[in-house]
């Protein structure tokens, strides 16, 4: 479902962002990436979303190769992937329910599927009662599950959330990330850029570990990982 073939990411002559980065993550895999502040995460992040491009190798993302994908469809690869931050990007000026429908209200989806979508994501992440509050009155907890009904509103295959606990206490993060674990389930690719290395170790999951922007542990068959 995501591949990285020998990917390399240069932003200038002074910085190498990935070096040679290799892994395959497949259908319905849940997978932690790690490591420290400049070791590359939100890079290879950004190459899976499209607000980057390789320097050198290969990303492939269901089956489409990104390289070379014309401007004009990245817009259509984007519905294909949801995101969830760490700080949720909430609009505080709208309700709850306004805030999941934005992703279906850009896509030009019926008012009738979007009501019942909407519903569906918000009752996933135990919300449904609370769609017509504003993401203000809500714990942020309750705050990040709605940024996952809303990354998750068009049923995408894939899912990155970008330090999604950060803020969460360990209950919280542990509810969070059982959420996660039922998208997985049901065949959602979801990668998870983290420092909580305790959450890591208590769920035992593949964990892809940056270092200095060299895979180091993780990887596949392809070699850009050693270990």
């Known amino acids: 479902m995501i591949e990285f073939r020998q990917v390399t990411k240069r932003y200038d002559s002074d910085h190498t962002a990935l070096r040679q980065v290799s892994f395959a993550l497949e259908r319905g895999e ?3 990436l790690t490591g420290h502040s400049g070791a590359g995460k939100s890079t290879l992040l950004k190459l899976i979303m499209l607000m980057e491009r390789p320097s050198a190798g290969e990303v ?3 089956g489409q ?5 014309p401007r004009r469809q990245i817009p259509y690869l984007r519905r294909h992937i949801g995101v969830v931050f760490q700080n949720h990007q909430l609009l505080f000026d709208r309700s709850v329910f306004d805030n999941v429908a934005m992703p279906l209200e850009v896509t030009g989806a019926q008012p009738r599927d979007i009501g019942r979508r909407v519903r569906a994501a918000l ?3 135990g919300l449904l ?3 017509k509050m ?3 009155q809500l714990s942020g907890g309750e705050q990040q599950r709605v940024g996952i009904a809303r990354a998750v509103v068009n049923k995408p295959p894939v899912l990155l959330a970008d330090e999604p606990t950060g803020n969460l206490d360990p209950q919280l ?8 674990g039922q998208f997985s389930r049901v065949g959602v690719t979801v990668l998870i850029a983290t420092h909580d290395i305790a ?3 208590r769920l035992g999951r593949r964990t892809l570990t940056l270092e200095e922007g060299e895979l180091i542990a993780g990887g596949t068959r392809w070699g850009g990982a050693r270990g």
């Open 30 to 32: 849940l997978a932690f």
């Open 60 to 62: 492939v993302v269901g």
């Open 65 to 69: 190769r990104l390289n070379s994908l």
């Open 123 to 125: 009752d996933k992440v």
């Open 129 to 131: 009662s609370k769609e």
């Open 134 to 136: 504003n993401p203000m």
């Open 173 to 180: 993060s542990a509810d969070i990330m059982d959420l996660f």
């Open 199 to 201: 959450l890591i170790n």
